[in-house]
């Protein structure tokens, strides 16, 4: 079945489930690496133009904030799940979903991967995924 990112702009589709996804951010060339990959200026030292490259991320990093949601104002968001700020082994901290509702209290620091999830399906039928994190065991 074809698998489709329902945010192309932010992680690339990984050509098998094995492998990890990539996040698609920047590295300037001051090295600084930032994510999600934009060309307006690095956030510090302000180059812009060439010196900022797209660098693919690994999905790789450790926890420094999660919070369980319980209610919502969005009715297409179903609540309880639990948000994560994860800071990647590049860097960046990328804020998104963990894979699992949980009531359970994650250490600060634990280390964390991305994987890819079903969500949804387009309408051509193509299984739609969306980055989370998962805690690594
Ligand atoms: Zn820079």
């Known amino acids: 079945m074809p698998v489709q990112a329902l945010k192309p702009s932010l992680y690339a589709v990984p050509p098998d489930a094995r492998t990890p996804p990539r996040l698609l951010g ?3 060339r001051c090295g600084h690496v930032f994510f999600p990959m934009q060309t307006y200026g690095c956030e510090k030292c302000g180059a812009t133009g060439d010196a900022l490259q797209p660098a693919a991320l690994p999905a790789t990093g450790t926890l420094v904030a999660s919070s369980r949601v319980l209610m919502h104002a969005r009715k297409d968001r179903e609540p309880p799940y639990v948000v994560v700020s994860v800071r990647l082994d590049d860097g960046p ?3 998104t979903l963990l894979d699992e509702d949980t009531a359970e209290v ?13 969500v949804g399906r387009s309408e051509a039928g193509a299984a739609l995924v969306d980055l989370r994190f998962t805690r690594v065991s």
């Open 106 to 118: 994650i250490a600060i620091g634990a280390p964390m991967r991305g994987r890819l999830m079903e």
């Open 26 to 28: 920047g590295r300037c």
């Open 93 to 95: 901290v990328v804020r």
